[in-house]
């Protein structure tokens, strides 16, 4: 029998001791037979900055990695160290997922695939009318690019930072059309969300880090679908107040299912089953369930 080759995949990123992608990669790749090793690169760890990440790739791919994940603050970072970018990552300006293709890094970005495959799914025949993205970073940008392919027909993006939101939307007209985006301040998200068909959440709002919910939750209205890409805890402030009101709701877990899923299959060549990625996730983030009371 020829031997069977091997996969050396990483995560450069800060603070990703507690990430969940190795083992969702670990996992599939299991189940699929293959000999695949995922390691994470912290940038914190390691005690350096983002702009290192040029030496990290170098290093790893001299030490053999064939691709690795990209994470924040590295997905922008990264971009002067690559030789070519996907279409969707050149769209975005931004990658999570780098092959090393002979003698060329070539960066991916499946974040917006992901966002659109984990909202097909979990959110079919969503009115996509007027659509709120909360959040214009990374994220952002692959939601508002991906709701825009799916058919929405206006967005508003809102930041905290307003110069941001106004690139963004300046973005997402030149690749959509002129009438289909536009950017709003905060203050305007209640009369916003008054007349939205649906919201997603593109800030780390609802983080344990980042406590609370990244609109006023008075304003929601049952009519409206919320979306939270925040998959950590499952159950964010948002989701969980859009719940109990009545609204269709789609937390984070899937997009970042779906993503690793895409990033899998660039990887190995094979695309995984998503249904036990999915249930391994949902495993992976449930809380721990409570000790029971001593007498
Ligand atoms: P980022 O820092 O690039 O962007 C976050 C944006 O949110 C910034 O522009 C910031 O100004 C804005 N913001 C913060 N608080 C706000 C508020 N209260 N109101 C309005 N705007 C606010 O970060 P990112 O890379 O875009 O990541 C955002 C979140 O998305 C993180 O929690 C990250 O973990 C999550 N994420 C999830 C997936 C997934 O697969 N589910 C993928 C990528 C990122």
Known sequence: MPPRRSHLVGLIGAGIGPSLTPELHERAAERHGLRYVYRTIDIDALGRPASDVGTLLAAAREFGFDALNITHPCKRAVLPFLDRLSPEASLLGAVNTVLFDGSAAVGHNTDGSGFARSFARGLPDADLDRVVLVGAGGAGAAVGHALLDLGAAHLTVVDTDGARAGDLAADLRAHAGADRAGHAAPA?????????????????????????????????????????????????????????????????????????????RLVTGIAPDPGPMLADMSALTAPPPTAPRLP
């Open 188 to 264: 305007d998200l209640p009369a916003l969300l008054a007349g939205a068909s649906g919201l997603v959440n593109a800030t780390p709002v609802g983080m344990a880090a980042h406590p609370g919910a990244p609109v006023p939750l008075e304003a929601l209205r049952p009519r409206t679908w919320v979306a939270d890409v925040v998959y950590r805890p499952a159950d964010t402030p948002l989701l969980d107040h859009a719940a109990a009101l009545g609204c269709r709701t789609l937390g984070g877990a899937g997009m970042a299912v779906f993503q690793a899923v895409e990033a899998f």
